[in-house]
Nanobody
Framework: VQLVQSGGGLVQPGGSLRLSCAAS????????MDWYRQAPGKERELVAV???????RYVDSVKGRFTISRDNAKNTVYLQMTSLKPEDTAVYYC?????????WGQGTQVTVSS
């Protein structure tokens, strides 16, 4: 399984970014996909989940601002982030579990700063 992330970067507070994660080596459409983040000095936290049936859930701090979605034809999961805040600054990771093993993307830095 390979998870390849793209997107991210530097954005001003209130701005938007979209992260992408392209998966290979797995049956993508039947698997839940997640986004985690890790801020400096903090533990990695689960940000958003999307199931195979497209049910979603979010950590409270991003509800109403972030949207997770998936395109099964492209084997890709997205995280649309709007109204970004400085506290959203972190390295973001795509994640899934396949055949009992965890798999992570390479990580993408998101920095929210003026």
């Amino acid at each position: 399984v390979q998870l390849v992330q793209s997107g991210g970067g530097l954005v001003q507070p209130g701005g938007s970014l979209r992260l992408s994660c392209a998966a290979s080596g797995m049956f993508f459409s039947i698997n839940a996909m997640d986004w985690y983040r890790q801020a400096p000095g903090k533990e990695r936290e689960l940000v958003a989940v999307i199931t195979s049936s497209r049910s979603t859930r979010y950590v409270d701090s991003v509800k109403g601002r972030f949207t997770i979605s998936r395109d099964n034809a492209k084997n890709t999961v997205y995280l649309q982030m709007t109204s970004l805040k400085p506290e959203d600054t972190a390295v973001y990771y795509c994640h899934t579990v396949w055949t009992g093993a965890e798999h992570w993307g390479q990580g993408t830095q998101v920095t929210v700063s003026s």
